[in-house]
Structures are given as C-alpha cells and as structure tokens.
C-alpha cells in the first residue's frame, strides 16, 4: 500500500513514503476513535454542499449511504484500518470511495483535513463533557445524601491535621460538595467554548465555494461559527481548558482521597470503606487497603501532566495549523477516560461510605477541640478575648497534665482558671453543644448543615 499512487494526496510525490516515517507520522492508531464524529461532519458537509449547489441530490445521498455503510463495517468490526492511510478521516474517504466510486472523491471539496480534525474533536469532546458531568452530578448527589445523614454525626475539624473544632460530618461532606459545584460550572462554560463550528475554515483561509456554515453549524448541532479561519484550524484553547477543569476536578478528588485514605486507617478509625472498594496484600492477611482513593489520588498526577503536555505543544506554535498539533489526541483522550473512570469510582462509593460515628465524636473530644467555646463563653461574661484565650490554655494545660477533657474537670477546678465560669459551662464543653452554637448561613450546626442540603439539591438541579 505504501506506493505513490494509494496516496490521497501522492500527486506531487516521487518517490513512496519511508516506511518508518510512514508508521511515525500516521495518527489513525489513536484517532480512528473519533470515527462516529468523522463520518456525522461528513454528512453534515455534504448536505451543505449539496444545500448551496456544490453536489447534486444523488451525489449527496450516495456518500451518505457510502457513509453509512462504512460505519457498519467499522461497528462490525470488518473496517480495514491501515497506517498507509495515516488517519482516521483518510481511512474513512478511502473506503468510501471504494464502496461509491468517484462521488466518494467530491465529498473534501471546500473541506481541509484541518478543519476537519478541529470539527471532530469538538463533536467527540462535547458528548464526553456530557457524559462527564452526569457522573459530577452523581458524585454531588451522593455527598448531599451522606451529609443529610451526617448532619449531626460529630467530628473534629483540622487545621495543620490537629484538632481544631468539632464540626459535623455532613458539615464537611459538603465542602467537597461545593467543590464539584464549581467544577460543574466551569465545565459547562468549557462546553460553550467547545461547540463552536470550525468547518469551513479549510485549510486555513476559507474556499472559493459558497459554503453555508451556518446550516453545517445547525445540522451538527453546534451553537456557533468559528469566526476566524486560522483560528478555527489552529485553536486548541477548548482542550486546554478542559485538561485544567480536569486538573482542578482531581485535585479536589485527590484531597478527598487524602482524607478517605487517612480515615480509614487504623489510626483514625473514622469510616469504613466496604470490601467491594478495597483489595488485600498478597503477604500480610490482615490487610483491607484502600485502593480506589489510593489510585484517583496518583491519576491526578496524570492528568496534571496531560494539562503540561497540551500548553506545552500550543507553546510557540505559528499560525495556522501545524501536525504538532496531532499530538493533541492522546492526552485529551486519556484525560477524559481517567476522569470518567475517576468520578464513576467516586460516585459509586460514595453512598456506601460508613461513618464510625462513636470514634469520630471521641476523637474531637481527646483533641479539646472546645476549647474555642469555653473562650468564647468567657467572653459573653466581659473577659478580654486575649485574657480568656490564656486562661482557657492554663485549663487544657491542666487537663492534658491530669489526662482527662475539659468536660471532666470539676466546677471548681475550672473556676480556679477563671471565676466567672459558672455551672452551665457544661453545655458548651461538650461537641453537640459547639456545634449547635455555630448557627449561621454556612455554619457547621446541624440546623444549618440540612438547610444546606435543601439548597444543594436545588442548586445542583438548576444547573443541570
Ligand atoms: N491527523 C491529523 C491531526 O490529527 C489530521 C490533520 C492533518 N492535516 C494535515 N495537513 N496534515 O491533526
């Protein structure tokens, strides 16, 4: 196949091209899966071009037909894909000229691989972005009916990882919720940026014929024209944009991962995640590790990389469109299946989740995590905020010496660090009591926590 003459564009060729070269340059290995957007912009330009004249009736229903028919050999798996046809559209042209004859060869009349490739990855990468955001929205609907179920489970809250407050559980489900409603709106305002029409542009300054790009636009479902041909050929934005949503979207998922990892440990105790989310070492019996959090954690690296690859093949490139810009595919493809594949894993464990609420409330009391509260509560008694800070560390000083929390320190003992602490200290010293008293839009109280996922829900439906 590799003579001068198999070549849809061997003309101006004397001598057939390296073997070699021929394997190095071809990208139909990796792009042959864009074939159902390949074959949908080919029906859409023909019927243009038969809309504004350029092909006849027959000639337009004939490559349809032909297309149809090669997109049942590809689905059957009877497609003959070869390298000698370099890609994924010259594949397809090929065969269809072979199965329709000479009409196959008008179908790339006013059309350039260029426009064509650009047109394809934004046909495939839309469906993908939808695709995507269902399982977004599953992950968030699963965070809401873990955090209505957790309103009121205690646990400590952190900075630097040491105990800090008590907050709810469900309280802090719902960060990571508000977290993904974010990569929701940036994902669809990625998407409005991706259904943009570059068909049309050709090679790069447009055709002689009188295309209507606004009806290729409609048939393909697209929302708008690219404006500007060279652009339209050379801009990748649209796949950057989506490799730094990506990047964003798994690093919150790594931070969760952190957590779940950590959680889980023997150490923290503070949920289990079921067996079916867990595999075993070969050497040590006792172990349940916690893989799929392990594992979306390192993919988040991956992914970070793709979104360097991206700006790094845009780097420096001259306009119009360039092969460099073939390199694009596989990054963006594998950035798309590792996120599917990362938020399916999320969504399905989510709900599956168990929280060991006995251990988490215990560990917010080892942790003092009241001592805010006592402050505080001295604070409503006229004391300095400063003074109480200090008096409260000369009681937890106590309390770590005598081994024991502040809520087991006797009235007297306590008065001992300041006098104004009377007998109803007791109510703010224990976690239910601090979390209640933190009562305000976007507090951790669980009158506050179910309000919020009341609004979540709403939240999340309209902006689906
Ligand atoms: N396989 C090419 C790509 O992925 C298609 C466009 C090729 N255009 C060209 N003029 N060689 O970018």
Request: with cysteine; proline share 3%; hydrophobic share 45%.
């Amino acid at each position: 196949m590799s003579d001068v003459q198999s070549k849809l564009w061997g003309g101006r060729f004397q001598e057939p091209t390296d073997a070699f070269v021929e394997r190095f340059t071809a990208s139909v290995t990796f792009d042959r899966r864009l074939y159902r957007q390949d074959i949908a912009g080919s029906v859409a330009h023909a019927t243009m071009l038969c809309k504004v004249g350029v092909l006849s009736q027959g000639e337009r229903d004939a490559i349809v037909d032909g297309l149809g028919q090669v997109r049942e050999e590809i689905e059957n798996g009877d497609f003959d894909w070869s390298v000698s046809r370099e890609d994924v559209h010259m594949n397809i042209e090929a065969r269809l000229t072979e199965i329709i004859g000479v009409t196959g060869k008008k179908l790339h009349t006013g059309r350039s691989r260029n426009d064509q490739v650009a047109t394809d990855i934004r046909l495939w990468l839309r469906d993908e972005i939808d695709g995507l955001d269902a399982e977004l929205q599953r992950l968030a609907e699963g965070l809401l009916t873990q955090a209505e179920a957790h309103a009121d489970t205690i646990m400590p809250g952190f900075t630097h990882l040491q105990t800090a407050q008590p907050v709810t559980f469900g309280h802090h489900l719902l960060a990571y919720f508000e977290m993904l409603l974010r990569d929701r709106e940036r994902l669809a305002d990625c998407r409005r940026r991706v259904n943009v029409l570059p068909l049309g542009a050709a090679a790069l300054a447009g055709t002689t014929f009188p295309l209507d790009r606004h009806f290729t636009a409609e048939l393909l479902g697209f929302d708008a024209v690219a404006e500007n041909s060279l652009d339209a050929v050379s801009d990748r934005d649209f796949a950057i944009e989506l490799a730094a949503w990506a990047s964003l979207t798994m690093i919150h998922l790594s931070r969760l991962s952190e957590e779940l990892v950590l959680w889980s440990s023997a150490q923290f105790g503070f949920i289990d995640l079921p067996d079916r989310f867990c595999t075993g070492s070969s050497i040590m019996p006792q172990k349940k590790n916690p893989d799929v959090p392990e594992l979306v954690r390192g993919k988040s690296g991956r992914v970070v990389g793709h979104l360097n690859s991206l700006l790094m093949l845009m780097k420096s490139q001259p306009l119009a469109y360039n092969k460099d810009n073939q390199e694009d595919k596989e990054p963006l493809f594998d950035l798309v299946d590792t996120l599917r594949d990362c938020l399916k894993a999320y969504a399905d464990m989510m709900p599956a989740l168990v929280a060991n609420k006995d251990v988490m409330r215990a560990a917010a009391i080892r942790g003092y995590a009241t001592a805010t509260d006592l402050a505080d509560y001295l604070v409503r008694r006229e004391l300095p905020f400063r003074d109480a800070h200090e008096a409260v560390g000369q009681a937890v000083a106590h309390a770590v010496a005598a081994g024991c929390d502040l809520a087991e320190l006797s009235l007297a003992t306590l008065q001992g660090f300041s006098p104004v602490i009377e007998a109803d200290v007791f109510d703010v010293l224990t976690p239910e009591g601090s979390v209640a008293a933190r009562d305000h839009f976007g507090g951790t109280a669980p009158a506050q926590v179910r309000a919020a996922v009341v609004r979540g829900r709403q939240r999340l439906n309209a902006g689906g």
